[in-house]
Structures are given as structure tokens and as C-alpha cells.
T-cell receptor
Framework: NAGVTQTPKFRILKIGQSMTLQCTQD?????MYWYRQDPGMGLKLIYY???????DKGEVPNGYNVSRSTTEDFPLRLELAAPSQTSVYFC????????????FGSGTRLTVV | GQQLNQNPQSMFIQEGEDVSMNCTSS?????WLWYKQDPGEGPVLLIA?????ELTSNGRLTAQFGITRKDSFLNISASIPSDVGIYFCALGEYGNKLVFGAGTILRVKS
């Protein structure tokens, strides 16, 4: 059981480039989330989804886009990368109900230069 | 939005010491969760609390859901070097999202 898988683990982007961070879960969870974590800081919610075809903004959505065409996949798209997007990005998923909290992926470390 | 305060921001531990940290919220909630993040990894759920006054243990970790339902405490007994990392409290908020505290960074005292 792989859980939540994120790719790539590391990436360096030049300013203005675009990329997609991939997230896949094999637990049939309806709820999926994208967070960013800046050095020494907590987790900030970028976008989330409560099911295929349904997405909503979190607290820091600017500069990002998401889509949810299947239950398993929740990719995060960065358009026109900026240095302020240098961060570690975590994808998470959960079942309905809070008993087990979120299951997190191992993260993607992104540097924009 | 929901205000969640986590203290302390950071602390140093010496092997064998007991460690305590806490979180307080501005509103009443029904679920408190505690996570640990090891360096280079995603957070992992340690303990979940669902009832006011509930005390739950997981090995050397003990967490309590405050009786007012606005706070929670996490204690680590007899700390060991692998306890270092970042500990987050989180609330199961209405609206399908968890709200995370800013984290408590545990470091080893040299």
C-alpha cells in the first residue's frame, strides 16, 4: 500500500518557467490537499478537493492551479514560477471523518532561481 | 479564521528529559490531532483526540484534550535523540480542512 506518492522529490526551476507537481493516492480517499511549508514555518493550505471534479482555494492559492479529474490524482500546477514559490510542497489525503487525520506524501522540494 | 497558538516555538531536549508542549484555540472544536514531522519527510499522525478531558497515550507520548475543548497538551517522557523534529497540533475544522499550529521544533541539546 503506497499511500500518498509525490513526484518529483526535488526540482529547480528558473523564474517564469512552469511545472506540475504530481500527487497520487491509492487509498480511495475523496479529500485531497496541497500545502506549502517555508523553512522553519508551518503548513499553509494552497488548494483542496472534496472529490473528483471539485476543487477549492485555500489560504495561499495565488500563482497555482489544480485539477481533480480522478479520485486518485490531484496535480498542482505552477505557472510563471517566482522566487516566492521556493518551498516544500506536501500533498495529503483523508477519509471522510477526522479519525485518522491526513496522510501526507513525503514532499517536493522546489527552488526557483 | 481560526486562531491556533502552539507553544513553545522551539525547545532543546537532553536525552532522558520529559518534554511538554501545548496548543490553544480561539473556538471550541471536537477533534485535536498531533503530528510529528521528521527532517525531509511529511508529517505523520501521532495521536487523535475526540472527547473533552480525554487522555491518550502512544508509547512515550501522552496527549490530552482540554476540558474546555479549547486546548490540548502533548507530553513526551524520557526523550531520546529520534524525538527531534517538528510537532504540529491540528484541529478538525468545519469546512473539510485541518487547521495546523505553527509547530514546535525539538532540537537536541549539545
Amino acid at each position: 500500500n503506497a499511500g500518498v506518492t509525490q513526484t518529483p522529490k526535488f526540482r529547480i526551476l528558473k523564474i517564469g518557467q512552469s511545472m506540475t507537481l504530481q500527487c497520487t493516492q491509492d487509498m480511495n480517499h475523496n479529500y485531497m490537499y496541497w500545502y506549502r511549508q517555508d523553512p522553519g514555518m508551518g503548513l499553509k493550505l494552497i488548494y483542496y478537493s472534496v472529490g473528483a471534479g471539485i476543487t477549492d482555494k485555500g489560504e495561499v492559492p495565488n500563482g497555482y492551479n489544480v485539477s481533480r479529474s480522478t479520485t486518485e490524482d490531484f496535480p498542482l500546477r505552477l505557472e510563471l514560477a517566482a522566487p516566492s514559490q521556493t518551498s516544500v510542497y506536501f500533498c495529503a489525503s483523508r477519509e471522510y471523518g477526522w479519525e485518522y487525520g491526513y496522510t501526507f506524501g513525503s514532499g517536493t522540494r522546489l527552488t526557483v532561481v | 479564521g481560526q486562531q491556533l497558538n502552539q507553544n513553545p516555538q522551539s525547545m532543546f531536549i537532553q536525552e532522558g528529559e520529559d518534554v511538554s508542549m501545548n496548543c490553544t484555540s480561539s473556538s471550541i472544536f471536537n477533534t485535536w490531532l498531533w503530528y510529528k514531522q521528521d527532517p525531509g519527510e511529511g508529517p505523520v499522525l501521532l495521536i487523535a483526540l475526540y472527547k473533552a478531558g480525554e487522555l491518550t497515550s502512544n508509547g512515550r507520548l501522552t496527549a490530552q484534550f482540554g476540558i474546555t475543548r479549547k486546548d490540548s497538551f502533548l507530553n513526551i517522557s524520557a526523550s531520546i535523540p529520534s524525538d527531534v523534529g517538528i510537532y504540529f497540533c491540528a484541529l478538525g475544522e468545519y469546512g473539510n480542512k485541518l487547521v495546523f499550529g505553527a509547530g514546535t521544533i525539538l532540537r537536541v541539546k549539545s
